[in-house]
């Protein structure tokens, strides 16, 4: 089974920035697509933005403009760059990915607060 780690989150004003990465590494069959989801306090978790392996996107409609979701394939890295964050942007972001057999897998998450 592989691992899915996510890193780069944390407490930002409103306005900033910040770069989300999503690590894959151990039993690693192709990967497909890499996606990021967000899911905030009493919400159900959606989606934020999905890559497949040929860099084709889909962004959700609220993130469009803002954020850039891309993936290094060699690194089995995929990274999330979110600008003129909101507080409405506030979640606990988790990385999916899903390899060519159709295998899903989610990481822990990591916390995003957009506050001033």
């Known amino acids: 089974q592989a691992q899915v780690v996510e890193s780069g989150g944390g407490l930002v004003q409103p306005g900033g920035s910040l770069r989300l990465s999503c690590a894959v590494s151990g039993n690693i069959f192709s990967i497909s697509v890499m996606g990021w989801y967000r899911q905030a306090p009493g919400k159900q978790r959606e989606l934020v933005a999905r890559i497949e392996r040929s860099g084709d996107t889909n962004y959700a409609d609220p993130v469009k403009g803002r954020f850039t979701i891309s993936r290094d394939n060699a690194k089995n890295t995929a990274y999330l760059q979110m600008n003129s964050l909101k507080p409405e942007d506030t979640a606990v972001y988790y990385c999916?990915?899903?390899?060519?057999?159709?295998?899903?897998?989610w990481g822990q998450g990591t916390q995003v607060t957009v506050s001033s």
């Open positions: 999916n990915i899903v390899d060519i057999a159709s295998r899903s897998q």
